[in-house]
C-alpha cells in the first residue's frame, strides 16, 4: 500500500538552498504545499492549511531558539517540526530539545541522509545529531541552561533515581543491574516507570532530562557499587 503524502512547509532565507532542498524532495514523500523567506509570510498558510511538517530554518549563529518558532508550534500544534542549521552548536541543540522540536539537522548533510531524517521525524521519531547528543551525555551539564528540579516532585523512587544517575553515565543494563546487585529484568522495570513520570520516550531522552533538571550533578546515588 503506498504512503500518503506528506503536506510540507519550507522555510528558509537562502533562495540558493531552498531550491535545492526542493529538489532533494521532489520525488519523495514530500509534498511542498508553501515555500516562505521568514516565518510571518508562512503563517496564514500554517493557519489554514495545517501541514504535516514544517522544515524552518534557524538563523545563523543562534544560541536559542527565536520567538518565532513559538509562533509555527502555536499555528500547527500537531505538526512536526524541524529546525535546519548552518552548523552544530550544542547549546542550541540543547534548547531545541527543551522547546520540544522535533528534528535539528544539519544543512551540509548529505541528501539521502537528510530524507531518511525527515522520513523517521514525519513518523514521529526525534532526530538529533548522535555526536552533540553524546557530548551532552559525555559532560555537557556545565555548559546547559539548568532547570531545577527535586526528587519528590516527580515522584522518583531511590531505586530510579540510582538508575537515572547511572544513565547519565551512559552505562548499559547489564552494568546497571551489576553496580545495583540486582537482575537486568528489574532494571528494566525500574526504567519503564521512570520514562513514564519524566516523560521520556527512551534512555537517551531521560539522560539528557537528567542534565537539564540537575539531577547529573549530585553525588553518586546511594545504591550504586564500586566499579
Not at 6 to 30: A, P, Q, W
Not at 132 to 141: F, P, Q
Amino acid at each position: 500500500m503506498e504512503k500518503e503524502l506528506i503536506k510540507t512547509c519550507i522555510i528558509e532565507s537562502n533562495s540558493f538552498f531552498r531550491e535545492g532542498l526542493k529538489s532533494i524532495l521532489r520525488d519523495s514523500r514530500f509534498r511542498i504545499d508553501c515555500e516562505a523567506e521568514r516565518v510571518e509570510d508562512a503563517l496564514s498558510y500554517l493557519q489554514t492549511e495545517h501541514p504535516d511538517l514544517v522544515i524552518a530554518e534557524l538563523p545563523a549563529g543562534a544560541e536559542t531558539v527565536p520567538a518565532d518558532f513559538n509562533a509555527i508550534r502555536e499555528a500547527v500544534p500537531d505538526a512536526r517540526i524541524v529546525a535546519l542549521v548552518g552548523q552544530q552548536c550544542p547549546m542550541l541543540m540543547t534548547d531545541c530539545l527543551m522547546q520540544d522540536i522535533d528534528g535539528f539537522l544539519i544543512k551540509t548533510m548529505k541528501p539521502s541522509v537528510l530524507l531518511q531524517s525527515l522520513a523517521l521525524i514525519a513518523e514521529g521519531e526525534r532526530v538529533y545529531p548522535a555526536n552533540l547528543v553524546a557530548r551532552l551525555l559525555r559532560g555537557g551539564a556545565q555548559s546547559m541552561v539548568v532547570m531545577p528540579g527535586s526528587q519528590e516532585q516527580y515522584n522518583l523512587t531511590a531505586r530510579e533515581m540510582d538508575i537515572l544517575h547511572l544513565l547519565v553515565a551512559g552505562e548499559p543494563n547489564k552494568v546497571i543491574a551489576r553496580r545495583l546487585s540486582i537482575t537486568e529484568a528489574t532494571v528494566k522495570v525500574h526504567l519503564r516507570s521512570l520514562l513514564k513520570k519524566i516523560n521520556a520516550a527512551n534512555r537517551t531522552q531521560a539522560a539528557i532530562w537528567a542534565l537539564h533538571h540537575g539531577f547529573a550533578n549530585s553525588a553518586q546515588p546511594t545504591g550504586v557499587q564500586p566499579a
